[in-house]
């Protein structure tokens, strides 16, 4: 066989892992947990741009926010001693024999993030993946990430939280919290991030090609994502999203960023020369490294804000 046709075979495998991911994610829809995702998704305010700038700047890392009496509602409350965030809520009222409202103020609220809050878990579309998993897996996905030009950390992050990719530092966080498996795959994820979206605007495309590469990276070594994947792709694709369409969409992307990563995993070899760095190793050198952290993996929940 001809390296053309192995890397051919490699590459129509690969797509139909992806389509048996959009499989799951279609599947998932139908499920009483996916509708009691969005019964709960749904008491979430989606704020303003003004809105999002004022929660970044008083606590950048929060995730799923809201008010006293909706987190109460979800059955949490708001812990003791807690410093509220404050946001611009509009004032309306019904102009005269109108049936429109009008917006005529805006007055301060106070709204808190689940990190400051106790209580009932918030569902989520997603399962930890548990256990070790494949043999030296993670050692290798560290070896890929020394290969880009990141350190990898285990740390302690805000609940929800299994990873962050940290530009200023050239540093992959994984949460101490989570399996030798599960930490695993939110590398293979955090990495599909340091190759593809230093510069990517779109939030949910980032998330949803971040997550496809770990999904493939993790299925070449043997260990099935499934159960974290699907999810983790429905909430940002959101109810009515096509999984098929946006994977299809970013294809070359996950191809190319899968690939890089598996080959950054292999074993050096014994010829004493260095291979070629990949050829997106330019975008996260620690040299190129921006002053931001560009996002991190949570337990399904959909994030209001781009982290900073």
């Not at 741009?49 to 008010?67: D, H």
């Not at 970013?250 to 890089?260: C, T």
């Amino acid at each position: 066989m001809t390296s053309t046709t192995s890397a051919q075979g490699t590459t129509t495998h690969r797509t139909e892992l992806l389509s048996q991911l959009a499989h799951e994610v279609l599947a998932l829809r139908g499920s009483e947990a996916w509708q009691r995702y969005l019964e709960v998704q749904a008491r979430f305010h989606r704020y303003s741009p003004r809105n999002v700038m004022l929660i970044a700047l008083q606590r950048p890392e929060a995730t799923s926010v809201a008010g006293f009496r909706t987190w109460a509602s979800l059955g949490r409350q708001v812990r003791k001693g807690e410093r509220a965030m404050s946001i611009l809520a509009p004032m309306v009222r019904r102009s005269d024999g109108e049936s429109d409202l009008l917006v005529v103020g805006f007055r301060w609220v106070s709204v808190f993030d689940v990190s400051q809050t106790d209580g009932e878990p918030l569902p989520t579309p997603v399962s930890l993946l548990e256990g070790t998993g494949p043999r030296a897996l993670r050692a290798s996905l560290e070896r890929a990430a020394a290969s880009f030009g990141f350190d990898v950390v285990l740390a302690e992050l805000p609940a929800g939280v299994n990873g962050e990719c940290r530009w200023a530092r050239a540093t992959i966080a994984l949460s101490r919290a989570t399996s030798p498996l599960q930490q695993a795959k939110t590398l293979a994820h955090e990495l599909g991030h340091a190759l593809l979206h230093r510069h990517e605007p779109d939030r949910a495309r980032a998330e949803i090609e971040a997550e496809s590469v770990a999904f493939v990276v993790l299925a070449a070594h043997g260990a099935d994502a499934t159960a974290y994947s699907a999810g983790y792709l429905a909430s940002w694709l959101g109810d009515a999203g096509d999984p098929t369409l946006a994977i299809r969409r970013s294809l070359d992307a996950i191809q190319r960023a899968s690939s890089e990563i598996l080959c950054a995993m292999e074993e050096p070899t014994d010829s004493g020369s260095e291979s070629s760095p990949p050829p997106s190793l330019h975008l996260v050198t620690k040299e190129a490294v921006a002053l931001q952290t560009l996002s991190a993996e949570d337990e399904g929940q959909r994030r209001e804000l781009s982290e900073p």
